[in-house]
């Protein structure tokens, strides 16, 4: 007995293995993520220049060996901003994506295994939510409450609530009656311990799936608040709001003050998207569309 | 007969509290918007007594549940109430402004399904081959670009280096007059009074936004496109098909395209009402006057009328669009059922 969860673990590597094995995209998006975690967690220890320091004489050069993507209308290095800019960046989308997962985990447990009207109520005000363009009701969270940081992880968390209630719902409804649900409750569980150890954990692996897909929605999301304004303000380096200053000078023919923070925003982006893909092969792979 | 009936009904009853719950949310959104607009319209020279004129002209003194009783009143008139910043009624400047964005929306939607359908097609007949993977690649690119980067390129690369497309200020550029308004949009008006110098202007203006909207909205289309592509090759009546000795492209464009292209119209559906909204990057981008760059202006002046506009238009848009949709569909589809599950 004691072998088994080594077996299992095992096994779940291997599978893990295969499934990147014959998808060398999704192997790329786990080396992209370790690229940007490490930015994140070392990148104003790594930069070659401070990111807020101002150089007037050097201002507007084209990327060199000194400074790989420029230098931007105050002589600041573009590259040091980059990639100083990815901690605040994925910041902002990690914590808004896990209040969203466990506010819409706890809101979703608890219409999917009561059910009734707690559950219609729910699924009305979640509806309500959907109902707007979500990048317009995030825009006007964040003009009501005021133009912070906070209040982007706020707004982002709250328009995506919806997708993590709705599936944690789902999952737990449809194991609500089942056997061992019911086994757990005769054994003198309680309804809230079946809830939390016995069903919920059963929705983790398509939550997983979802996470990743909405990091990368999440950055999108807070980078555009910041290209319009609303948000992150200058001087803090943050990559939608490099785009909207280096947009100023695309017109002039000043392009790497624009290009620079849209492909690394791009890359970011593009990186949960592709890893969502990944783990939705690895998780369910019928799922796969 | 009765049961479809009782769909249909049943889908429209869950959509009311939808939209009073939209019209709640929009309230209470702009309300907590800073600034006062009695100050603002009681103008620079103002004292706190006229201030106070204005606050009681605008219903501002009254309690919360009044003042919303009130907006309910003028809401159910068409009275979206007066913007501070243009000085006209909400509803005009959101008529006026729609057609841009309208004309907008469709032709990426255009753009984006002529590019999105073959792709999901060609993905869909060799599952986990090469170009399987390379459809993917491609649309997750597209998906991941934000769009008001994708615009800001799109602009450097054909305006500042090519030198091909217009400058982007706008729907026309100052040479050409506006077509007559008839429609609203551009293309439509011109070729109706047969101005095709004009119409080939507006549509040059057109095509960088356009793109840029088609790179992020091909994802959705040929995900669906290759998902029910796979599902209806799959099925039994292709390959009844198969075994009939039909040849293989009357299978895959007369008979499994044709069923496959019902999931793909409802994702079509759920696209548009989407980018409509989020077409307000693009807008600002290529100042483009259409309803969302009227929202940003709003959102910076603070207009509070016109943000509650915006905000409830688009969003009473998206309910209806989506109340449509589902109804065609269990028109079409009689098995589909709106049930509590």
Known sequence: MSMAPTTKSDGFFAHIFYVLRGNPI??????????????ALFGPLIVPYDPLASNTSNALKPPSSDHWFGTDNLGRDVFSRVIVATRLDLLISVSAVALSFVIGSILGSIAGYWGGW???ILNRLLDTIMAFPLFVLAMGIVAALGNTIENIVYATALINIPFYARLVRAEVNIRRDAGFALAAKLAGNSDLRVLAVHIFPNALPPMMVQISLNLGWAILNAAGLSFIGLGVRPPTPEWGIMVAEGANFVISGEWWLALFPGLWLMLAVFTFNLLGDGLRDIVDPRKRT | MSGRYKTISLRIAQAIPVL?????????????????????FAGASATEESIAQVREALGLDKSLPEQFVIYLGDLLRGDLGQSISTGQAVTDDLARRLPASLELTLMALFISCSIAVPLGVMAATKPGSLRDHICRVIVTAGVSLP????????????YYLLGIAPSPLGRLDFIYIEPDTVTGFYLIDAALIGDWETWFGALKQLILPATTLALFTMAPIARMTRAAMLSALSSDFVRTARAAGLSSSKILYGYALHNAMLPVITTLGMVFSFTLGANVLVEKVFAWPGIGSYAI?????????????FV?????????????????YSLIDPRIGFEER
Do not use: H, K, W
């Not at chain 1, 192997?27 to 993520?33: H, M, R, T």
């Not at chain 2, 009073?20 to 603002?40: E, K």
């Not at chain 2, 769009?147 to 799109?154: A, D, E």
């Open chain 1, 26 to 39: 999704t192997a790329l998006a786990f080396i992209l993520l370790a690229f940007f975690i490490v930015c």
């Open chain 1, 118 to 120: 707690l559950d219609a």
């Open chain 2, 20 to 40: 009073f719950g939209v019209v709640v949310v929009s309230f209470i959104l702009t309300r907590a918007l800073p600034g006062d607009p009695a100050v603002y």
């Open chain 2, 147 to 158: 769009t008001f980067f994708t615009g800001i390129l799109l602009i450097y690369i054909f």
């Open chain 2, 297 to 309: 202006e709003a959102l910076v002046a603070s207009d509070y009328a016109a943000v509650q506009g």
């Open chain 2, 312 to 328: 409830l238009a688009m969003a009473i848009l998206f309910v209806l669009l989506n109340l449509t949709i589902d109804i065609a």
